[in-house]
């Protein structure tokens, strides 16, 4: 639960059993993320490996009262270097953190860390039906721009994904 305004830093190598725990409650309990099964510990690791304290690929920690209550990062949108200028946003909440706050806190520090960076567009694909981030992302300025129908298999069902995109640099104000 949250009591005091949650605080919003770099997540650090020590942050990553939090981040993971947050992260496979989704895998096992939500078709949020086409995981299917938990992510390892070392597969987290290489993945924390690849976000900076600058640059277009950030990653940030929710913390509430010294607990770690969820996670935003930019990353890489594609890996052909003409997507070099645009990143893929993803944001995991513990399930009761959602809806005080602590979400909008971490996007409003990662985009303002984006600030300045060579960014001209910003990507989060959201699996339906998710009503929170939706809304979530529409408060940072992201609009719908593509409906995927049936997209990934969880829970022996097809899910439908929509894409969002937010403009950054001069234009969107990251």
């Known amino acids: 639960m949250i009591h005091a305004p ?3 830093r770099p997540a650090a190598a020590d942050d990553l059993v939090a981040i993971n725990g947050i992260y496979n409650h989704y895998v096992s309990d ?3 993320t086409f ?3 938990p992510v390892e510990m070392d597969v987290r690791r290489e993945w924390f490996g690849h976000y900076a304290s600058s640059g277009r690929y950030r990653l940030f920690v929710a913390v509430d009262e010294d607990e770690v209550v969820g996670y ?3 990353s890489r949108f594609r890996p052909k270097p003409g997507y070099e200028t645009s990143v893929e946003t993803s944001i995991y909440l513990a399930p009761d953190a ?4 602590a979400g909008s806190r971490l996007y409003e520090t990662l ?3 984006l600030e300045g960076e060579d960014l001209h567009r910003a990507y989060a694909g959201i699996a339906l039906p998710n009503p929170p981030s939706i809304t979530l992302h529409e408060r940072f300025g992201f609009k719908r721009v593509a409906l995927y129908t049936e997209q990934g ?3 022996n069902r097809y899910w439908d ?5 937010k403009p950054l640099g001069r234009e969107g104000g990251a």
Do not use: C
């Open 6 to 8: 949650v605080q919003v």
């Open 161 to 165: 994904v929509a894409w969002f995109e």
């Open 98 to 101: 959602i809806g005080r706050g």
């Open 35 to 37: 995981d299917l099964e």
């Open 30 to 32: 939500s078709h949020f």
């Open 111 to 113: 985009f303002k860390s």
């Open 72 to 74: 935003a990062s930019s």
């Open 153 to 155: 298999r969880k829970f």
